[in-house]
């Protein structure tokens, strides 16, 4: 078995519907775009997955213990071990003046949040809309394409994948790693300062290195900001430190006055 419970491992996907062969899913760009599922900003790399904690399917999960360095494989997973089998009670009519009232033009095919569960609108007329309240994979074989490219064994590498995870948009390599005994200090690149969720990414970043790596009791999140001076800006010229220096003789004269 050339993969266990806990490996970190990369890994290209693609995920398709046995019965249409549409992709749902992919981790490759130029799959998306020939898929017609591309979506501008979307992040297309190989995912990190540590075996046996959920982060896919968990009949995809099992199955990545039996798989092989660089060897593509293709896992089918029937209805009941992916989303379930369609359940017929949860397609309902709904009026379409309740959704035109929250600003919502529905069309076919768009999921809808209604008393706080998601739905798909199927059909539309008569003043109203059919919406599916199954999950959209609800009663679909699944087929994934499976690549592993990569198992991670270095400790820092580790740590830099689960940033990464959680801060996707950044690139890792401008993350300041330093590790001591039971300390984790990470300094923040100053595109990573504003990001919408921030916090809520850096207590993520903390619940898994806490997780993972059971020594390290403290993390350290550094964010260092730098004068415009300082990083490079030129200094005023001598006319102009003149200038500053007349005009203030000129104050303390009226001052005087």
């Keep these: 078995m050339p993969f266990e419970k806990g490996d970190f491992i990369l890994v290209d996907y693609t995920g398709r519907v046995v019965e249409t062969g549409e992709v749902f899913e992919t981790t490759i760009e130029e799959v998306a775009k020939k898929e017609g599922i591309y979506r501008e900003g979307g992040i297309y790399e190989p995912r990190l997955i540590v075996i046996g904690e959920g982060w896919v399917l968990k009949a995809l999960d099992e199955r990545l213990m039996e798989l092989e360095l660089n060897k593509p494989v293709t896992i089918k997973i029937p209805p009941e071990k992916a989303f379930g089998e369609r359940d017929p009670s949860k397609v309902r009519m709904y009026p379409i003046r309740r959704l035109t009232a929250k600003g919502i033009t529905p069309r076919i095919g ?6 706080g569960r998601l739905a798909t609108i199927r059909t539309i007329g008569s003043g109203r809309v059919q919406l599916d309240f199954n999950p959209p994979l609800a009663g679909k074989t699944l087929a994934y394409e499976v690549i592993v ?14 940033i990464h995870r959680r801060l996707p948009m950044v690139d890792i390599e401008s993350f ?3 590790l001591s005994d039971g300390e984790v200090v990470i300094e923040l690149p100053e595109e990573a300062f504003y990001i919408e969720g921030i916090q809520v990414s850096k207590r993520g970043i903390f619940m898994d290195l806490q997780r993972f790596f059971p020594e390290v009791k403290t993390v350290k999140f550094l964010e260092e900001y730098v004068r ?3 990083a490079g800006e030129q200094p005023p010229r001598k006319d102009e430190k003149e200038k500053d220096e007349e005009n203030r003789e000129d104050e303390e004269k009226n001052e005087e006055k």
């Design 228 to 230: 415009p001076e300082a």
């Design 149 to 162: 490219r990569k198992k991670i064994e270095d400790k820092l590498e580790k740590i830099k994948a689960l």
């Design 110 to 115: 768009m999921r809808v949040e209604v008393n």
């Design 176 to 178: 300041k790693i330093n």
